[in-house]
């Protein structure tokens, strides 16, 4: 809810998530490192702005590319819908990249916090 899959312009390749500036403190990040390099899918998602942005990945410009400079899209995000909570993470492509301690402390903590109803 709130995201719709664009692309994956490469198949499995080496990129970079930061944690976006202002948002260490959500509790889904709680404990992880502010970026993680992985070599997994590269999702390009589009968000809307009832979305809360938590880490970002940059598409660089590569030949061929369709795109001529780089393009940020977010990786993970948060939204209340209602009294409930979505979370989402375009990350895990792999049970290699699941296993990754970054991705699957992100997303344990990401289904703990949807779990809980809104206040």
Not at 3 to 20: K, M, N, S, T, Y
Not at 39 to 47: A, G, K, L, S
Not at 49 to 65: M, N, P, S
Not at 97 to 110: A, F, I, K, N, Y
Request: hydrophobic share 45%; with cysteine.
């Amino acid at each position: 809810m709130g995201g719709q899959f664009v692309a994956h312009p490469d198949d499995l390749i080496e990129h970079e998530v930061r944690v976006v500036a202002g948002r260490a403190d959500h509790p889904v990040l709680d404990g992880v490192a502010p970026a993680v390099r992985l070599t997994t899918e590269q999702y390009w998602v589009q968000t809307d702005a009832g979305c809360d942005v938590l880490a970002t990945t940059t598409h660089a410009v590569r030949e061929g590319a369709a795109w001529h400079e780089p393009v940020t899209v977010p990786a993970v995000w948060t939204r209340r819908w209602g009294a409930g909570r979505v979370f989402a993470c375009t990350l895990g492509h792999t049970v290699e990249t699941l296993g990754d301690p970054w991705v699957s402390r992100v997303v344990e903590q990401g289904m703990v916090w949807a779990a809980r109803r809104s206040g």
